[in-house]
């Protein structure tokens, strides 16, 4: 079984709508992060969070909302969708040698 | 604000020539440097990592360049092979603080090698 989960893989939603992106981890890192990849601009940080009662916010936090139930479990929200909110999205965790492990990616289209 | 600038964008090599990437960044306290692959529906791998202390770190025909003074590293691919072909990541970070751990990535290279 895969050490990161993501769920749905595909989503196709309307604006306006709100929609939440799961993530589960089996690795046991306390670290957990979301990651949107857009075309030439590579990946941007969403979200971080370095344990359960620790949440911050990354580079392109506007429009997000994270919500970390447990240690295996991060989850991003998005509260009212806007098409140039349409990407591919990644959860992550980190070991304390800094490696990041990403999930398979969930592909985002908002219409 | 772009702290990691990756170059070329697309890169096409044959099969058995050397691939090359380059990363520049501006935050001097960066203090870690790896390199992810991804292929094509999968998320990122780290491939190859290095910090300040030494300029070059090999792992088979992975090389990472780096020079600390011009603020730049580069991933070298030796003897490419079509199973190369993906997008790469460079990426930094630093240790201490609140930044621990956070990293920060280049905007990607597609690499295509031809059979």
């Known amino acids: 079984d895969a050490d990161v989960t993501q769920t749905p893989r595909n989503r196709i939603t309307k604006t306006g709508k709100r929609i939440m992106l799961e993530c589960s981890q089996t690795k046991g890192h306390d670290r957990m992060y979301w990651y949107r990849q857009d075309p030439g601009l590579g990946l941007r940080l969403i979200y971080y969070s370095f344990d359960v009662k620790d949440i911050n916010k990354g580079e392109i936090s506007d429009g997000y909302s994270v919500s970390r139930q447990a240690q295996a479990k991060f989850s991003l929200s998005l509260e009212s969708a806007i098409p140039n909110q349409t990407a591919l999205y990644f959860c992550?965790?980190?070991?304390?040698?800094?490696?990041?492990?990403f999930g398979p990616g969930t592909r985002l289209l908002v219409l | 604000q772009q702290q990691v600038k990756q170059s070329p964008q697309s890169l096409i090599v044959q099969k058995g020539g050397i691939s090359i990437i380059n990363c520049a960044y501006e935050?001097?306290?960066?203090?870690?440097f790896p390199w992810y692959q991804q292929f094509p529906g999968k998320g990122p791998a780290l491939l190859i990592a290095i910090r300040p202390d030494v300029s070059e770190k090999k792992e088979g025909r992975f090389t990472i360049s780096f020079n600390k003074s011009a603020k730049q590293f580069s991933l070298h691919i030796m003897d490419s092979q079509p199973g190369d072909s993906a997008t790469y990541f460079c990426?930094?970070?630093?240790?201490?603080?609140?930044?621990?751990?956070?990293?920060?990535f280049g905007q990607g290279t597609i690499l295509t090698v031809h059979p």
């Open positions: 935050n001097t306290a960066f203090d870690y």
């Open positions: 992550a965790t980190s070991d304390p040698h800094e490696t990041q492990y």
């Open positions: 990426a930094a970070s630093m240790r201490g603080g609140t930044s621990y751990g956070k990293l920060t």
